[in-house]
């Protein structure tokens, strides 16, 4: 039992329902060949619809098989969907969408984008499709891994965001204009998952481009964050890049603050990073102090450490899937257990959950096929082989299709208490959802290849060694393969050594040329040019989609971009009600 600072607290605590054993098996061990099958069944019934009613539209809206824009105009379930399908096994579709995003995808427009989901949607997405395209059969090009068609239409929609980086604390606006910068009335109120979810992605673009730009925004954005805290070492949940004050102060492991944390973790695992670990045990000691009670995570006031919402949000499954990264899998699997019960008394994870009423919250009782109880089963399986989380698996899979499951596709759950349905089908579905599902039933996958086997990759500059595993998804689901980003440092360090020996080797020769000009002059003597600007690569022009130009507005999210009007606390609303 924690300690609990206050009475009130205290009797808080003796109210918190407990589930630390396993809920009880139905039936026999589910099989997992045969849910495997029934997974890729899902994801084509998904997906074919999405390609037949829907493209080139970022979603698909299952009930009225049509699709609409919602992130930016990107066909974002398509690129969302792309490395699911080598996962699933079909290099033949993924090779097609390769060609078909290169044709039709363009970043060059005139829309206000949120930056969280354009980098882990997209420059998510494309990286990772770019590193496993060799694997996929796509025929590279030469300096693959370090250069490529996937590669530039990353770095293109990345260097889109950094206008949003151009601030005083280095803490990034919440949206941008893709074509403008970002807007002169933009809020700046952003959430903190908003400016802590980019290390993964823009680390790994500066190792493969060699342009240090990304990595350095990002690791600023972390250390904004960092030096933010409160003096108990905790963060809250919107704070003003501007000035750095906090807007909203309540603190979890929830909604607007979630992958900040997942990507302490990751990065820190990505990058060999001791720095970013240790800024996340700090972390992870706060939390543990304040937050938990019985194995389940409250929100609690940032500098006092009260609690504020006795609540348990979906989007905190995630929690015991990151505390098996870094091996605390007891821990993991207590709170997983808690989670799952939620989930079989709903036939889902309700948005918010009442722990102490042990209910859902009003207005929140809806279910968007959100992946993460299932990623942290998916992580834990691959720790402890527990059937359990196989038994979870299952219950997702079948709850999914007698709730959710339309003649055009899987709509988002409305509300868990009588299976109303909304027309909207999140391109996570694809990305995520079905992803997890599927790494959890197929454990022999090459996303968990132990490195007992692996790609040799002949470079102009050397060996680079691929594919031996240990995967780090971005929170979007899409692996990147950490040894890529070995691959390309000692290339753009001799490229740059030799640039910068030739500017010195032509400076030399301008400087001996013009001093014996008058007597050197002759036939056959030609002076070197002096060296211009550098210009940078044309980016390729890409056809336009003819997409309709019409703006929609965005439903809420994880990180929601809407001008942020009132805090998060406000009679126990984590975000705003939907307009």
């Known amino acids: 039992m924690p300690w609990c600072p206050l009475y009130s607290l205290c009797l808080l605590c003796a109210v918190l329902p407990l589930h630390h054993n396993a809920p009880e098996p139905e039936g026999p061990a589910p099989d997992p060949a045969h849910y495997r099958e029934r997974v890729k069944s899902m994801f084509y019934h998904a997906y074919n619809n999405y390609l037949e009613n829907a493209f080139p539209y970022d979603e698909l809206r299952p009930l009225t098989c049509d699709g609409q824009d919602t992130w930016g105009s990107f066909s974002l379930t398509l690129i969302d969907a792309l490395d699911t399908l080598l996962i699933l096994g079909n290099v033949t579709e993924f090779q097609r969408v390769v060609d078909v995003l290169q044709e039709s995808v363009d970043f060059d427009i005139d829309v206000n984008a949120s930056v969280f989901e354009t980098n882990i949607r997209v420059v998510g997405s494309l990286l990772s499709a770019h590193l496993l395209s060799k694997k996929a059969g796509v025929e590279v090009e030469a300096g693959w891994p370090c250069s490529g068609p996937l590669l530039r239409m990353a770095e293109e929609a990345a260097r889109k965001l950094l206008p949003a980086f151009q601030t005083p604390t280095g803490m990034p606006y919440g949206t941008v204009n893709l074509m403008h910068g970002v807007n002169p009335g933009e809020t700046p109120v952003t959430c903190t998952a908003g400016i802590g979810t980019f290390i993964v992605e823009f680390a790994t673009l500066s190792s493969l481009t060699g342009d240090p730009v990304f990595e350095d925004v990002a690791r600023r954005a972390l250390k904004g964050l960092w030096k933010s805290r409160s003096d108990i070492g905790l963060v809250g949940n919107h704070i003003d890049v501007v000035t750095g004050k906090w807007v909203a102060q309540d603190a979890g492991i929830g909604a607007g603050v979630d992958s900040y944390f ?123 082989r527990d059937p359990t989380l196989l038994e979870l698996g299952r219950d997702a899979v079948e709850s999914i299709e007698k709730i959710s499951k339309v003649e055009c596709g899987f709509a988002t759950i409305k509300d868990l208490r009588d299976h109303k349905l909304d027309n909207r089908m999140e391109s996570f579905f694809l990305a995520e959802t079905v992803k997890y599902l599927y790494l959890l039933f197929d454990p022999t996958n090459f996303i968990h290849n132990n490195g007992s086997t692996f790609d040799a990759v002949i470079t102009p500059y050397g060996e680079c060694i691929l594919g031996a595993g240990g995967y780090v998804f971005n929170t979007e689901a899409h692996p990147i393969d950490p040894a890529a980003l070995h691959c390309c440092r000692k290339q753009k360090e001799e490229q740059w050594e ?40 044309s980016e390729s022009e890409t056809g336009v989609n003819g997409k309709k130009g019409s703006k929609r507005s965005v439903p809420l999210l994880r990180c929601p971009s809407q001008p942020f009007t009132s805090k998060l606390a406000l009679l126990g609303q984590v975000f705003l009600d939907s307009p």
């Open 498 to 537: 030799i640039e910068d020996l030739m500017r010195e080797f032509y400076s030399l020769e301008r400087s001996r040329k013009s001093t014996s000009r008058k007597t050197t002059a002759g036939p056959g003597h030609r002076e070197i040019p002096p060296k211009g600007n550098d210009a940078s690569p």
């Open 262 to 384: 997942e990507y302490l973790v990751k990065g820190a695992i990505l990058l060999q990073d001791k720095e970013l670990m240790s800024m996340f045990l700090e972390y992870n000691k706060a939390i543990r102090n304040y937050t938990r009670f019985d194995d389940w995570y409250l929100w609690v006031q940032m500098y006092k450490g009260t609690v504020s919402m006795p609540v348990f949000q979906s989007l905190e499954a995630y929690w015991p899937g990151l505390q098996s990264l870094i091996g605390d899998i007891d821990n993991a699997m207590r709170t997983f257990l808690n989670y799952y019960t939620v989930w079989k008394q709903f036939g889902g994870l309700p948005e918010f959950y009442n722990i102490p009423q042990g209910y859902t919250v009003e207005k929140r009782e809806g279910y968007p096929l959100r992946p993460e109880l299932i990623e942290s089963a998916m992580y834990l399986y691959q720790a402890t």
